[in-house]
């Protein structure tokens, strides 16, 4: 079947897979879809936009506030990323949830920050719980001006987009030209491996849990940033004992701790933790330490893969 990939931007021959695949809250049956040109899935038919809202609830786990993780995660970005780059400026998170990665790094650089997403309730929640410019709505809102941002952070969101090339056109037109782009995806490929066997072990459609509808190969990012005016300054691998799993390399483990806890969304008065907290201090380590044993690369064996954009002059 001919098909245009929204990865690559060609017209070409896709293989569809046999087994169904679906979204939370919605009674769609999809099928994965492989370019023969840039070896990428996606979701056959194109999930709508009223899909993927139904899909994110308020009960999706980035949207619950007040994640110390996701506060360390924000202080050691502004170390590692922003401040490299300049002293100051404005940073532009999109798929922002609860807000908690751009409060890490309002508090801890000075930087201004703002933050876009496609859920009203917790945008809403985000702006009064931390004050910082957080907007409802999509990249592609009026409310975000034209090469106004010297930095976009796009983590895990791509490969949740209706169509990454648009997508990533508009982020391009955000960034000031000397600007930066970090973007943070899974290996497409690896990731996809284990669809099928989840399917025979359960006969039932296979839900992407995270929301996944494109599963973007390396080829495929090269392509998308080809074709949508980006270069690729630095490339990352990360994530390698999942990613062997992924490909029946590496052993899974027998026993799982699984959390019987009910997820609580939590009220708009609920308070930020302290910066200054051994939580914080911990998980500010623990991503210090990680980001920087990054391998360079983007590896097939990688479960997740960065890249360091700028926009092609």
């Not at 619950?64 to 050691?76: E, F, Y």
Request: net charge positive.
């Amino acid at each position: 079947m001919n098909i245009f990939c929204r990865v690559c931007g060609s017209l070409n021959k896709h293989t569809i897979d046999d087994f169904p695949l679906a979204l939370k809250n919605s009674d769609t049956e999809y099928h994965g879809a492989h370019c023969s040109n840039c070896l990428s899935i996606s979701y056959l038919p194109y999930p709508t936009t009223e899909a993927l809202i139904a899909h994110y609830s308020n009960e999706y786990n980035f949207y619950q506030g007040g994640n110390h993780k996701q506060i360390a995660r924000g202080i050691g970005f502004s170390k590692l990323y922003l401040k490299p780059h300049a002293h100051e400026g404005r940073v532009l998170d999109v798929g922002c949830a609860s807000a908690d990665f751009l409060y890490g790094i309002s508090r801890s650089s000075n930087w201004d920050c703002w933050g876009i997403d496609i859920n009203e309730e917790s945008t809403k929640r985000a702006k009064e719980r931390t004050g910082l410019n957080i907007i409802f709505g999509d990249i592609f809102s009026k409310k975000l001006p034209v090469k106004y941002f010297d930095a976009l952070h796009l983590r895990d969101v791509i490969e949740h987009v209706p169509d990454p090339i648009s997508f990533l056109k508009r982020a391009r037109s955000l960034v000031k030209d000397d600007g930066i782009i970090y973007v943070r995806i899974p290996n497409g490929i690896n990731e996809y491996s284990s669809k099928r066997k989840t399917h025979k072990q359960t006969d039932r459609p296979v839900i992407s849990t995270p929301g996944h509808i494109f599963y973007i190969s390396p080829k495929g990012f090269n392509a998308l940033c080809s074709v949508t005016g980006l270069k690729i300054n630095r490339r990352f691998s990360d994530g390698f004992k999942n990613g062997l799993r992924n490909l029946g390399l590496w052993p899974i483990p027998k026993f799982r701790r699984i959390s019987k806890k009910p997820i609580k969304v939590p009220n708009i008065a609920q308070e930020l933790p302290d910066i200054k907290s051994l939580k914080v201090a911990k998980s500010l380590k623990k991503y210090l330490s990680e980001e920087t044993r990054l391998k360079k690369g983007s590896s097939k064996f990688a479960l997740e893969h960065v890249y360091i954009l700028s926009p092609k002059i």
